[in-house]
């Protein structure tokens, strides 16, 4: 009933055998019936125990598997095969323990979810979870299986209105702003990297200029052109380095405004804070070798009578 990134859900409160919550406090969890080889479809793990079967139906005992933010959360040192809960009136046995999937969004946790088989869906459940019917298939032929199955179904009932989807492209929508600001983000930090280089080349260029009867001096009484290079290179080191460390510090402080649109990756990320410096250092000492070569081709009689 409610598909990954389908911009659906539902939740329900619960109760635990043997561990009632405590007082004031209700615990919610998402519900989700579903029919057997869900899991398989999808391509969710199951850790422990079993998935649903035909034989799951209304007159069989209730049944349930739960993910593993519910399972960590309960019985974080034990097995919860065996154990039961209570999201409506009848207590349901825990068969199995799956994976954990992100439902709504990348940016969101994986919040605790009850499944539950179709046929074993609470009627009360049953009246909202009814509105949103979702059929999952896996194929390699999105197109020809989009066409057939929407046949099928309108074979049955032609009133119904039947939209086809990808999870890619469900996955896709989902991401769709974070992936424009991100782009967003990139052009302007190759704009914001582009004026860095062509900003140390000009300083660079002007300090190299203002040196010139220093540098004719230096190479008049025996400086060579590796030591000239040297020094304009090392310049361009510790200018660089002062800025990149003021850098560091201001992004280490107001990079959390980037935390909506990272996955999977700490708005302090160690990698990142690394790697970033050095290229910046690369970077710079490529923007001012430049300068630095034409200084080294400085003549010591005409440089000493610049002005």
């Known amino acids: 009933t409610h598909l990954p990134f389908g911009h659906n859900s539902s ?53 349930t598997i739960i993910n593993e933010v519910f399972a960590k959360r309960f019985w974080p040192n034990e097995s919860p095969l065996g154990k039961r809960i209570r999201y409506d009136k009848d207590w349901l046995a825990i068969i199995g323990v799956c994976g954990n999937i992100k439902h709504s969004s990348l940016e969101t946790a994986p919040d605790a979810e009850i499944y539950v088989p179709y046929p074993q869906t609470a009627p009360g459940a049953l009246t909202f979870v009814g509105r949103n019917l979702n059929f999952v298939i896996r194929s390699n032929a999105a197109g020809s299986v989009a066409s057939s199955t929407r046949a099928a179904i309108h074979s049955l009932d032609p009133g119904l209105v039947v939209r086809v989807n990808t999870m890619e492209a469900l996955i896709n929508d989902s991401v769709a702003q974070p992936r424009f600001r991100t782009w967003l983000i990139a052009i302007f930090s190759v704009f914001a990297l582009t004026l860095a280089c062509l900003g140390i080349y000009g300083v660079i260029a002007y300090l190299v200029t203002q040196r010139y009867k220093e540098i004719g001096i230096r190479m008049a009484l025996g400086a060579t052109r590796a030591n000239i290079l040297q020094l ?3 310049r361009t080191c510790k200018l660089a380095a002062v800025g990149i460390v003021a850098g560091v510090l201001a992004a280490f402080f107001l990079s959390r405004f980037l935390s909506s649109i990272l996955f999977g990756v700490t708005i302090h990320d160690p990698l990142t804070f690394v790697v970033v ?28 009578r610049y002005e």
């Open 232 to 234: 304009i290179l090392g």
């Open 11 to 63: 939740g329900n409160s619960y109760e635990v055998e043997g561990q009632p919550a405590p007082p004031g406090v209700q615990l919610n969890a998402q519900i989700r019936p579903v029919s057997p080889a869900y899991f398989a479809t999808l391509q969710i793990p199951l850790k422990e125990g079993r998935d649903f079967n035909e034989r799951d139906n209304e007159n069989a005992p209730g049944v």
């Open 277 to 304: 410096p050095l290229c910046l250092i690369t970077i710079a000492l490529l923007a001012g070798f430049f300068p630095a070569r034409r200084a080294t081709r400085v003549d010591p009689v005409s440089s000493l």
